[in-house]
């Protein structure tokens, strides 16, 4: 509170208090008009002080600033409870601003020297101190941004966040996390954060041997050696899933699932025209150019073990905040025609909602491991997309000379599908990827007298290639002997099951 004089002019019976000897001469000279009026100061008390004026100019800057925020975010991807606790905030400012104490307050230009009011008086003093750390905190950050503590844009946080998600799906569709060391930490500047990459990675057990690795921002670049690479620039995709799996024979089969957190929606600016979405439609679709970025890690990542080379990259999705109903089939995604056909899409992932779709998605996929080896998912049509002008084969058949089985074999059993097993040679040495592809054999053998190569049928092999000694299952009869083709190189030959009994029939 502060007194302010005002002057006022008032009769001699309206007078109070002590007069002046001025005054009093002047009533006594007009004392024959009764209504002659006196100029005199009057003194109240006001509200409307430097330190009133401060604090609701603190309310209303605040009050205002989240109004603006709430406002900025406002859409169908906003949590409840975040709008709920800004609602209530600016609820709470609200009201303070409507207190009767700051009625005829008038506004804040500033303060020409130090309030020991704002200093030392209950209430005010808390006021100001608040005031202070908010806007020395602003203003740090804005000349230091490089010593942001603690300190993520929307975008990183939507990133994080998409991170666990998918390990909660992953736990949710039954995979076992494993214990793993404690995540690597690095300093930058005031900063401390996670090391990136396999610093910063779970890993869950599944059905037959099946390892998963789920892995922040790896890097691909040219490594040395056996190991996923990129051969012409680093790609460092947000999110990779990785399965690894040993098949009993041996080999190892390493397959990939990349996802790219886009914390953004395809505006007018992106598409003008419709022309780079296909004709998509749809209220909330991804940016176009993040499925560009998906096309480019699946090409660009490259498995190498060995002196061979294959695609790792079973698909690369992105994902992004959009409140789509999840609740019909995955069909029902608007990105599902470019998902089954070429393994490249998107995900809507929202916090605070079931996220079916990926959910059911990755079920899918994990649910092609259940028998070992993945075969069902790399015989799918996006997989397996050959180049212009080739094929490639299924090579499921592996034709074996019977002059390289060792011990002894009866010959007419072996053609007429009477054998339980044979014993290969010391120097069988395939290539263990290829031969995991393999689920039958078929004995190739000479005529007397044309010295032509024939076959008249092939065995399953049931419990894989455990070593020298072949399990010999079902035989499978062609209809009439087959003569194969035979070139220089290694002593066996890969071949496609669906020639051979075609190739019978003529």
């Not at 001699?12 to 007009?30: I, N, P, Q, T, W």
């Not at 844009?153 to 995979?175: A, P, Q, T």
Request: proline share 6%.
């Amino acid at each position: 509170m502060s007194l302010d004089g005002q002057a006022a002019f008032l009769r001699a019976d309206r007078l109070r208090g002590r007069l002046g000897h001025r005054l009093e001469s002047k009533v006594g000279v007009g004392k024959n008009n009764p209504n002659h009026r006196y100029e005199v100061e009057l003194w109240r008390s006001s509200r409307d002080t430097a330190e009133n004026r401060f604090v609701l100019h603190v309310v209303t800057r605040s009050l205002r600033s989240l109004e603006r925020f709430l406002d900025l975010v406002e859409g169908p991807g906003l949590s409840a409870s975040f709008r709920e606790l800004m609602q209530n905030r600016i609820r709470a400012l609200r009201s303070v601003e409507s207190q009767p104490l700051f009625r005829g307050v008038g506004r804040y230009t500033g303060l020409t020297q130090e309030s020991l009011v704002l200093h030392h008086r209950t209430g005010y003093s808390e006021v100001y101190r608040v005031w202070l750390e908010l806007r020395h905190q602003l203003e740090f950050f804005t000349s230091a941004p490089s010593g942001r503590i603690g300190m993520r844009s929307v975008n990183e946080v939507y990133e994080i966040w998409c991170f666990l998600e998918l390990r909660k799906i992953l736990i949710d569709l039954g995979l076992t996390e494993r214990p793993h060391r404690s995540p690597r930490w690095q300093t930058k500047g005031v900063e401390r954060e996670l090391v990136d990459g396999m610093g910063a990675s779970f890993t869950f057990g599944g059905p037959e041997g099946l390892v998963v690795r789920l892995s922040h921002e790896p890097t691909f670049g040219k490594a040395k050696g056996d190991g996923f690479r990129s051969y012409t620039v680093n790609q460092r995709p947000d999110i990779v899933l990785e399965a690894e799996l040993t098949d009993p024979s041996g080999g190892q089969h390493g397959l990939m699932w990349i996802f790219d957190a886009k914390y953004r929606l395809k505006t007018a600016s992106d598409d003008p025209d419709g022309s780079r979405d296909g004709g998509r439609t749809g209220d909330w679709l991804v940016p176009p150019d993040a499925l560009d970025q998906m096309h480019r890690y699946r090409d660009s990542i490259v498995l190498r073990l060995g002196d061979g080379k294959s695609r790792p990259v079973v698909s690369a999705f992105a994902l992004y905040p959009g409140p789509a109903d999840q609740g019909q089939k995955l069909e029902a995604n608007s990105y599902w025609d470019g998902i089954e056909e070429v393994g490249i899409g998107a995900f809507p992932l929202v916090p605070q909602r079931e996220n079916l779709w990926l959910k059911e998605y990755m079920r899918r996929c994990l649910s092609l491991f259940a028998d070992g080896l993945p075969d069902g998912l790399l015989s799918q049509g996006n997989v397996r997309i050959p180049v212009t002008g080739l094929s490639y084969k299924e090579e499921d058949l592996l034709f074996v000379p019977v002059e390289k089985l060792v011990g002894p074999f009866d010959l007419e059993a072996l053609r007429d599908g009477e054998s339980e097993s044979v014993q290969l040679p010391p120097d069988f040495h395939p290539d263990r990827q290829r031969l995991s592809r393999v689920n039958w054999v078929a004995f190739v053998y000479k005529e007397p007298v044309t010295g032509v190569r024939l076959v008249r049928g092939a065995y399953h092999v049931p419990s894989g290639w455990l070593g020298d000694t072949v399990v010999l299952s079902n035989y499978l009869a062609t209809k009439n002997p087959v003569e194969v083709p035979w070139r220089a190189g290694p002593w066996f030959r890969y071949s496609d099951l669906r020639w051979l009994i075609s190739d019978s029939d003529e």
